[in-house]
């Protein structure tokens, strides 16, 4: 499959009119390019805010209720554009009131097919921001997606930083990895943590960041990094690991060609073989000594 990951600025939307029109055309650009697979970044949604107005977009807490609400008619939009195009869209996230799940907003990823389904993955791990200032909470568990193209596993953000997470992911053939990083040390953990989940379980990793200023929206108000697609350094795979990489902060899509055959052989016969010796840790973490030395 060709997967395309964005590199997207958000913008002041005024209407809806304008957030369909921009999201059809990056939808298109990336179709006519070959894609199948499309992954829009984590909180991306905030523009959404806007269509409530500057003093919604502008108060955290007003921004959270007024995407939430947008956010079923935004899955309306991107079901038609998915089967119209007849591509995979991984919508960029959005805070989601989920009366089953609590009180507070859950962080959203859905995942959209060309023949009508969809598939939700909530956030694990809140950050820093998240818990002590926004009150977005972690929602439903990990899933992993049996699709048309192959089977597809959603880390959003900082939730790519943990190895046990990628871990329940580990029959994924690709993992996406849709975030959003205000600094280029933020951007570069998360790129960190999806290419050691490539590493662990031989897989491809996508990631998508949004990128530029968007003053009028505090809780995405600066935001750095590139779209990128990663795979493990073995057999079938760059010796980097790294398939495509955009270009820091500037806008697009970036698109890399992903042969599952390719995961399947590292798997089965790579010069290494992480995913299948990874249980051999906890014997080896058992075993583990101090040793003073003077």
């Known amino acids: 499959m060709k997967i395309a990951t964005a590199a997207y600025p958000l913008d002041p939307v005024t209407d809806w009119q304008a957030y369909a029109d921009k999201l059809r055309a990056w939808v298109a650009d990336a179709a006519g390019q070959g894609a199948e697979l499309l992954l829009f970044p984590e909180y991306s949604a905030m523009e959404l805010a806007m269509l409530d107005g500057p003093e919604a977009a502008g108060d955290l807490e007003r921004a959270l209720h007024a995407v939430s609400r947008w956010v079923p008619q935004a899955d309306e939009l991107h079901s038609d554009l998915a089967a119209e195009f007849g591509v995979h869209i991984c919508a960029a996230s959005a805070p989601v009131f989920d009366d089953a799940l609590g009180a507070r907003p859950v962080n959203r990823a859905r995942l959209f097919t060309p023949q009508g389904g969809c598939g939700v993955q909530d956030k694990q791990i809140m950050t820093r921001f998240e818990r002590e200032e926004w009150d977005v909470v972690p929602g439903g568990p990990l899933s992993l997606f049996d699709t048309a193209l192959g089977k597809i596993g959603i880390l959003i ?11 329940a992911l580990a029959e994924a053939d690709v993992i996406l990895v849709p975030s ?24 491809v990793v ?4 949004n990128v530029g200023d968007a003053a009028w929206c505090p809780a995405v108000d600066e935001n750095t990094g590139m779209g990128g697609v990663f795979g493990p350094p073995d057999r079938g795979f760059p010796a980097t690991g790294v398939m495509a990489e955009g270009q820091l902060n500037a806008p697009g899509w970036t698109c890399a060609q992903a042969d599952l055959s390719a995961v399947a052989g590292v798997r089965a016969d790579g010069v290494v073989l992480n995913r299948l010796h990874w249980d051999e840790q906890p014997v080896r973490v058992a075993k583990t000594t101090t040793t003073r030395l003077r």
Not at 157 to 167: Q, T
Request: proline fraction near 3%; hydrophobic fraction near 50%; charged fraction near 20%.
């Open 157 to 167: 953000c900082y939730d790519a930083e943990f190895p046990l997470l990628g871990r």
């Open 180 to 203: 959003a990083t205000e600094a280029l040390a933020g951007y570069w953990r998360v790129r960190i943590g999806a290419m050691a989940r490539a590493l662990e379980n031989q897989c």
């Open 206 to 209: 996508a990631m998508a960041s």
